[in-house]
Nanobody, 130 residues
Framework: QVHLVESGGGSVQSGGSLRLSCVASGGRVYGNYCMGWFRQAPGKEREGVATINSNGRATYADSVRGRFTISQEGRNTLYLQMNSLKPEDTAIYYC????????????????????????YGQGTQVTVSS
């Protein structure tokens, strides 16, 4: 079982910045984490924000490209740098992860358009006021 803990959410004015963090624990000893960020605004379905593949390639939703930057540090820590925040970015942000086994040739190909990770965190609230 993989456990994900997000942090860094808060309230900010339009145009401001926030940095979200996520730490993953558990899972297989020889596994690596393929990770991403999703969000859910009030009254809306959860949507993908950004993902990182096993080859390090980052993919972004059109709504955040150029403003948000996803990065992974080491095996199990994920960040989301959010700049030029807008009121429509207000949502609960969820960290997502899936384990792959590179020593056995495993890879992980993810895209924010597909909400198909194996594990999700509890979320952290981001509120952007105008």
């Amino acid at each position: 079982q993989v456990h994900l803990v997000e942090s860094g959410g808060g309230s900010v004015q339009s145009g401001g910045s926030l940095r979200l963090s996520c730490v993953a624990s558990g899972g297989r000893v020889y596994g690596n984490y393929c990770m991403g960020w999703f969000r859910q605004a009030p009254g809306k379905e959860r949507e993908g924000v950004a993902t990182i593949n096993s080859n390090g390639r980052a993919t972004y939703a059109d709504s955040v490209r150029g403003r948000f930057t996803i990065s992974q540090e080491g095996r199990n820590t994920l960040y989301l740098q959010m700049n030029s925040l807008k009121p429509e970015d207000t949502a609960i942000y969820y960290c997502a992860a899936e384990i792959f086994l590179p020593r056995y040739g495993g890879t992980c190909e993810k895209d924010p358009s597909r909400d198909d990770f194996a594990y999700y965190g509890q979320g952290t609230q981001v509120t952007v006021s105008s």
